[in-house]
């Protein structure tokens, strides 16, 4: 799952990893906001979509790993309970074949590794590993001219 956040280049990381290990291609989910009133879905070929996943790609061709794209709207309304937008990322993730998802510990609010993890066992699957935020650091050179 990416979210366009700096966390999606240690889920990219762990999921090429497993990927690997299991001669399997990977999904990008890319999570977009959800689309305006009477505005059409995203599709995985636009550029909107492209521009999240962009950050993969490269990952993906060093690794030499298959890979298909889709698409998870977030819900526009946020009813629905806690775990509403995981359950929807699930389903997505189902509907592609998808036994497996890498989520960050620290994903966009209802999309966090530890809520995806508890509406998985409600719902029954599919498994669901978490990737550990990049720890920050500082710059080892400073800035020149001071």
Request: glycine share 8%; net charge positive.
């Amino acid at each position: 799952m990416l979210a366009d956040r700096l966390d999606d280049t240690a889920v990219v990381d762990v999921a090429v990893r497993l990927a690997s290990a299991r001669g399997a291609p990977l999904l990008l989910i890319a999570v977009m906001p959800a689309p305006p009133p009477r505005a059409g879905a995203v599709c995985p070929d636009s550029a909107a979509a492209r521009a999240v996943l962009g950050r993969a790609l490269p990952r993906l061709a060093r690794a030499g790993i298959a890979h298909r794209s889709a698409v998870y709207h977030r819900p526009a309304v946020r009813g629905g309970g806690r775990l509403h937008a995981a359950k929807a990322l699930l389903d997505t993730a189902v509907l592609h074949g998808c036994s497996l998802l890498v989520v960050s510990r620290s994903g966009p609010t209802g999309l966090d590794a530890c809520t995806v993890m508890e509406a998985a066992v409600i719902r029954g699957g599919p498994f669901v590993h978490a990737a550990s935020p990049v720890p920050w650091a500082a710059l080892a050179v400073p800035c020149p001219g001071r």
